[in-house]
């Protein structure tokens, strides 16, 4: 991997970072009215609090550079704002960004394992019935949106078997004897949740590994390997694999800002305490200053992500040069 | 398609005789193939109940005009079991695929357009415009676009107000979404034209074109596009699926419209009062499975599309 594919990969990223900051600035900022409509709509917003907020963000000036530059300043400080009830966006954020953490982390991981399995194998026994079923079955879970498998789980295995809770991340109002007891009353509200992240990224997944496999299975080389008398768990382990799992690597980081949609879905059906129904409460009230910081924070999680992959990729694909 | 043939336009035969698969041979091979077949079916039959549900189940009921019991279950008088204002989820569901359908089809128009006008000039012209324009479809490929289409959806709405004006029958309020799908969907689109147009713009007709004179719009219209109209039409099916999710996903968290339900704000409604936790199962199922079945038959029409026009993998079916 060469210092110049680092550099360009770097520069990509810190780009599309500059223009998500500009977009934030421009949509909340520049529009006609913005400011005083993102004020204006609060009723906890004092007289005083009003010309204090207007000074600091320098509504007074002129739109750039001076509110420009300050604009830029105040983010790359992780100063968002505020929230209609008068608390810093960073704070609300950084409070609501574990539960999703924690559901989307391992939601994706599972996907990731389960999905890459079955696409391999249902590319490497094309046509056999797993990858009948599997295939029909990926595509029908592509074809749903995620809350749609939420709502379905949540009736039948909350309210029609009673197995589970039907929302939120732990029991309102209960007292743990001891931290297992706290531990498996969070599981028990994960597990639908969790269920339904992973049954809608393991379609996709399993999609795009089987293609790339069925592309992969019809290069020279693995001709070559099995012509070379090479068993058939060896040149899938061996040859087709390694080569195969690279493109997926670069479809599931771009998908992270599609699949994000999803996620943000699936709290609201199930009520977590995450920075979906985070959203989705500040849309109801119009809170433009917290819908601007998740969309800030979401979008530079999501091109860290592709930053990090782009290094892998870089440095198992010896191809790679510019 | 025949246009270009009738015209005296001196370049006009010339795309016409190269066009690399007609579309009405590519329609034919579809259908010939099973995916094709059972997905064309599900749309067509989609398609009819969009363009006219109150023929079949008649005007769209409202709180004044329900009839029924509050969230009954399916019964005799009810198929379908009614909603918590007593309205028939055989009424609501019909209406909302006109809506869902509607929404989807412009939203379509205006992802591809954008797309393939970008994708084409970005391919033909190179340089400069190609990297600036690719720059930014990259940005829109990898961002969460979904979180911009809620905040662009309700800033317009706070600009522009969600009055009762309606475009092509569609109220004020969900043409915001169908241009918001727009402006947030394009970059897949004019990445599959660009790198069509490449290599097409190597070929000898192009350069025979601009031998005897033709300027770059010219060819861009006349040369370009009749031959990447198929790669359009495949992509566009693939839009669609992806313009119903979208639709339905900002509907879901309260961008829809009461007044005119699309299957999402049904969803929404659903969940809303409760349906999963009441077991009110009719509710939910009947506009989920009708998204599910779309979508589906959608992707399997993409797909099979998609086969047809790329030659590399059809070989190795």
Known sequence: ?322 | MSASVTTPDAFGDVPARRRLASSGDLFRRLLRRPDGLIGVVILVTFGLLAVGPDLLVGPLQTAVTAVGPRLSPPSAAFPLGTDELGRSLVNLTAHATRISMVIGLLATAITVGIGALLGIVSGYVGGRTDAAIMRVADFFLVIPTFVLAIILTSIIRDLAGSGAREVFGIRFGLIAIVVVIGITSWSSTARIIRSQTLSLKERAFVDRARAVGAGNLHIMRRHILPNVINLIVANAVLVFAGAVLTETTLSFVGLGDPFQPSWGQLLDASREVGAPSLGAWWYFVPPGLCIVVVVFAFTLVGGALDDLLNPKRRQRR
């Open chain 1, 1 to 322: 991997m060469s210092g110049h594919y680092v550099a360009r990969r770097f520069a990509t990223a810190a780009f599309t970072i500059v223009l998500i900051v500009l977009i934030n600035f421009v949509l909340f900022r520049a529009m006609p009215g913005s400011p005083e409509r993102v004020l204006a709509r609060n009723p906890n917003v004092t007289p005083e609090l009003l010309a204090q907020t207007r000074a600091r963000w320098g509504f007074d000036k002129p739109l750039f550079p001076d509110q420009f530059v300050r604009y830029v300043a105040a983010t790359a400080q992780l100063d968002l704002g505020y929230t209609f009830r008068g608390r810093p966006v960073a704070d609300v954020l950084a409070q609501r960004i574990w539960p999703t953490v924690l559901l989307f982390g391992l939601g994706e991981a599972i996907a990731i394992v389960v999905g890459l399995a079955l696409g391999a194998y249902s590319g490497w026994r094309r046509g056999g019935p797993i990858d009948l079923v599997g295939n029909g079955v990926s595509l029908l879970l592509y074809s749903t949106p995620y809350f749609l498998l939420g709502m379905a789980l949540l009736l039948i295995f909350a309210t029609g078997l009673g197995w589970f809770p039907t929302f939120g991340m732990s029991t309102t109002g209960a007292t743990f004897a001891n931290p297992v007891d706290w531990l498996i009353d969070v599981l028990r509200h994960l597990a639908l949740p969790l269920t339904t992240v992973s049954l809608g990224l393991i379609g996709q997944y399993a999609i795009v590994m089987r293609s790339s496999i069925i592309e992969t299975l019809s290069e020279d080389y693995i001709t070559t390997a099995r012509a070379m008398g090479l068993r058939d768990g060896r040149v899938l382990r061996r040859h087709a694999l390694p080569n195969a799992m690279l493109p997926t690597v670069t479809l599931v980081a771009i998908n992270l800002g599609y699949v994000v949609a999803g996620a943000i879905t699936v709290e609201v059906v199930f009520n977590w305490p995450g920075l979906g129904t985070l959203t989705v409460d500040a849309l109801a009230s119009r809170d433009y200053g917290v819908l601007q910081g998740v969309f800030l924070l979401l979008s530079v999680a999501v091109v860290l992500a592709n930053l990090a992959a782009d290094l892998v990729y870089g440095l198992f694909d010896p191809r790679v040069r510019a």
